[in-house]
């Protein structure tokens, strides 16, 4: 996961991103470490008689700013016209199918994507996986928006 995400978001410093439910790869400017994208697999749990019981994973891809309540966020999601919610107006237009992405503005994870690895035919879940990882980061390159986190 990290290497096919690391060759669409180049110049980018990557580390393992394993906790609170997530395992993949965030990837941030060099710069800083408030502002960045994160590529990899959501796990949600729920409880049922018995216990709890782990639903599937979510393949998922967003961008985050942290913390919400910062500077950076007000600049980079508040308002009409800044970075953030121009690339989601940007991109909704160019997802030719689901899942759709989501604006989410009063969050650290503002823009997302995602799917539940379910939903892919059992026996081509790796490959139909790494289609919507693909997909969803040659959206993201196009959209400009690495491109603008790293000036």
Wanted: net charge positive.
């Amino acid at each position: 996961m990290g290497d096919l995400a690391a060759g669409y978001l180049r110049g980018f410093r990557s580390y393992p991103d394993n906790e609170k439910g997530r395992w993949g790869f965030a990837f941030v400017p060099k710069r800083s470490k408030q502002v960045g994208m994160f590529a990899g697999f959501l796990s949600a749990s729920s409880s049922r008689r018995g216990g709890p019981v782990l639903e599937p994973p979510e393949c998922a891809v967003y961008v985050f700013v942290r913390p919400a309540t910062s500077a950076l966020h007000r600049k980079l999601v508040g308002g009409k016209q800044n970075l953030l919610r121009a690339t989601y107006q940007r991109i909704v237009k160019y997802t030719a199918r689901k899942p759709r992405w989501e604006f989410f503005e009063r969050s650290e994870v503002v823009l997302a994507r995602h799917v539940p690895l379910a939903a892919f035919p059992p026996d081509e879940q790796e490959k139909y996986a790494r289609n919507f990882f693909i997909e969803t980061l040659s959206l993201l390159v196009r959209s400009g928006l690495p491109a603008a986190l790293q000036r």
